[in-house]
């Protein structure tokens, strides 16, 4: 377990990231396209576009679009081992 600069605490397991917020409070592992585009601070246009190139993977729930934490995590990832 570690602590992020928000005091955060992030348990990271062999699934991937699973977050828990600071006052305990469940955080779902899947995120909605308006949050998914939120917790990378880009637009929900940006993040379209990077489903469509195949950068970033999302999960069907019926006619739902729900994005992985641990997609996310993997994508913000491979930004910073770019070289």
Partial sequence: MRNDTA????????????????????QPLLLTEADAALALAISPRTLWALEASGQIKAVRIGRS???AR???ARFVESLMNRK
């Fill in 7 to 26: 005091g955060t605490k992030t348990t990271i397991t062999s699934d991937g990231l699973v977050g828990v917020a600071s006052d305990g409070a469940f």
């Fill in 65 to 67: 679009k729900r994005y």
């Fill in 70 to 72: 641990q997609e996310l």
